[in-house]
């Protein structure tokens, strides 16, 4: 898989900047970060019910 770059990044900025409007963007990351943190809370939930999953030595 090709690494991205700073000018590659910019393009993507550039897309996402054109497709979704300067105003909708704060919304479009807060509704991002809202998903990030709930999938992180899941998966610390869900580690913690598994005690095989917190030890990999334990076989």
């Not at 963007?25 to 005690?51: I, N, T, V």
Request: proline share 8%; no cysteine; hydrophobic share 40%.
């Amino acid at each position: 898989m090709p690494d991205l770059g700073v000018p590659e990044l910019l393009i993507i900025l550039l897309v996402v900047l054109l497709f979704f409007g300067g105003a909708k963007l704060p919304k479009l990351a807060r509704s991002l970060g809202e998903a990030q943190r709930e999938f992180r809370k899941g998966h610390d939930e869900d580690s913690k019910d598994d005690p095989k999953a917190e030890d990999p030595k334990a076989s």
